[in-house]
């Protein structure tokens, strides 16, 4: 069965930089697409970047383009975060699901698993 683990999440300044981690296991992913999602508290979850795992082709929220980096290697999906602002404290979760069906990468329904997710917190 498919498992995701994030690390990597911390207490940083704004202006700083982080590096997420995602270890996925159960599966080859060959035919996955992966995600990067965060939720705050009191909002609904968020879409913040995708991978598609055979050909990596990606797709950034418009707060995360330019900042963040999103790759992946081997089994384990990155998510680099540059330039923090305090508006990106948030839990943040990484998703697999498979590549075919209606939905665009940007949407939870297109994800079948998710890890617990990593607390990020940026400080002014």
């Known amino acids: 069965q498919v498992q995701l683990s994030e690390t990597g999440g911390g207490l940083v300044q704004a202006g700083g930089s982080l590096r997420l981690s995602c270890a996925a296991s159960?599966?080859?992913?060959?035919?996955?697409?992966m995600g990067w999602f965060r939720q705050a508290p009191g909002k609904e979850r968020e879409f913040v970047a995708a991978?598609?795992?055979?050909?990596?082709t990606t797709y950034y929220s418009d707060s995360a383009r330019y900042r963040f980096t999103i790759s992946r290697e081997k089994n384990t999906m990155y998510l680099q975060m540059n330039s923090l602002r305090p508006e990106d404290t948030a839990v943040y979760h990484c998703?697999?699901?498979?590549?075919?069906?209606?939905?665009?990468?940007?949407?939870?329904?297109?994800?079948?698993?998710w890890g617990q997710g990593t607390q990020v917190t940026v400080s002014s």
């Open positions: 998703a697999a699901g498979w590549q075919s069906g209606v939905y665009t990468d940007a949407v939870t329904e297109a994800y079948n698993y």
């Open positions: 991978i598609r795992w055979t050909g990596g």
């Open positions: 159960g599966d080859s992913f060959t035919n996955y697409r």
